[in-house]
């Protein structure tokens, strides 16, 4: 992409209106518009990340065997009335009423509406097991929405449902969903820890949060160290077998990690002294076993092995898409501006051309750009009439990983410079040294279409 043709409404200005950094970097790098409270517009360059976010969560739910589809934003009440939630819900449904008098809502969350394609499709226990999934834009009342896309009233949820026959097929679907999620905010460049939590208006026993420690988090969190040491790197996970994701979870749920919603003082007390921390932490996701809640009350059974219709045992699984892009920049960002992970930035590499219409200079960049663009990569090209310092700062404040300068004192020896936006660190290369490296460092980022 060409800067001179793209639609970049940076702000000079820092919004009085934002509280935390993620939310004045998002409206100062032009990511995204407040269209009403809690309700935003996305920019291009907020639209780009949100859509490489949205990309991992579906590679690694097909990766574990989880089957994409979409269900439509608006639900009739009736369904919620089944299952006793419409009442229970209060004031945080958004409620409409259509031309017909006929009650409707803008749905904060799918349980029945999948439930019902589950029970109008599905009869035998010889169909499970089967987790079906969506990303689809939500909306919850919110009292007080804020911090931009981190407590929205729209924003975006990739929400998944497993169905199993048994209690014990229904926690390995649990389990695996957790191995699932490890991966996804892996990729992300995230560590998120998961945590024991309450299960709210969703219901349920089994229910753990994925929370990304930050400052600015909304929870209070209290947790072992030892748990910010685990990775799964490039562990390779087999889905299908109990054992290995029960073994994962094991592992990740050994150390003491909860919310101040469950937290028990005794248990974290037998943690180490020098082990115990107390921070603040972002909900990123959250993972719930609700057995029958919703099968029974809807009808949702299948034909056992032995003839006898019996509920299927469900869970529910949530990742907030949209809230995790201010996640990422609370993650990692600096007083410049954002840092993005390599996984989920907008554009690979940026390239600043420091004398705009001088022939060697405009020559550099084109063939630079052409042959990242060749290699599959995305560069943003700074190609307008702009002072140095300018195009600097802006490329620091949107945060791309890299950044290769193309100056006529440089090209003197053919030289170009690579710049880590991470370290500040720069070297001089050779144009064909910065391409190769470039290629190196995204080969496991690339993404490949998922479904
Ligand atoms: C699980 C999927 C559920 O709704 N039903 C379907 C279950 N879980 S949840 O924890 O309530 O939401 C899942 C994730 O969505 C994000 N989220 C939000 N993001 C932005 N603004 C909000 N107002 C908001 N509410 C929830 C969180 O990341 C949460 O973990």
Known sequence: MRLSRYFLPVLKETPAEAQIASHRLMLRAGMIKQASAGIYSWLPLGFKVLRKIENIVHEE???????????????????????????????????????????????????????????????????????????????????????????????????????????????????????????????????????????????????????????TGESEVFYDSAITDLKLGDRIVDYDSPEDCAAIVDEWTAPYARTDETHDEAKFNAVPEDRRRTWRGIEVGQIFYFGTKYSEPMGATVQGPDGKAVPVHMGSHGIGVSRLVGAIIEASHDESGIIWPEGVTPFHVGIVNLKQGDAECDAACEALYQSLTLLGLEPLYDDRDERAGGKFATMDLIGLPWRVTVGPRGLKTGMLELTSRRTGESEELSPEAVVERLADIYAAHVLQPAF
């Open 61 to 215: 739910q097909v990766r574990a065997g989880h089957v994409p589809m979409l269900m439509p934003t608006l639900q009739s009440a009736d369904l919620w009335r089944e299952s006793g939630r419409y009442d229970d819900y209060g004031a945080e449904m958004l409620r409409i009423t259509d031309r017909h008098g006929r009650d409707m809502l803008y749905g904060p969350t799918n349980e029945e509406l999948i439930t019902d394609i589950f029970r109008s499709h599905v009869g035998s226990y010889k169909d499970l097991p089967l987790t079906l999934y969506h990303i689809q834009w939500k909306f919850r009342d919110e009292v007080r929405p804020r911090f931009g896309v981190m407590r929205g009233r729209e924003f975006f949820m990739k929400d998944g449902y497993n169905f199993d026959l048994t209690k014990e097929d229904a926690l390995h679907a649990y389990n695996r969903h957790m191995v699932s999620y490890l991966r996804t905010y892996e990729r992300m460049g995230l560590q998120a820890i998961p945590m024991r939590a309450d299960s709210g208006p969703i219901g349920g026993d089994d229910t753990h949060e994925f929370l990304v420690l930050a400052d």
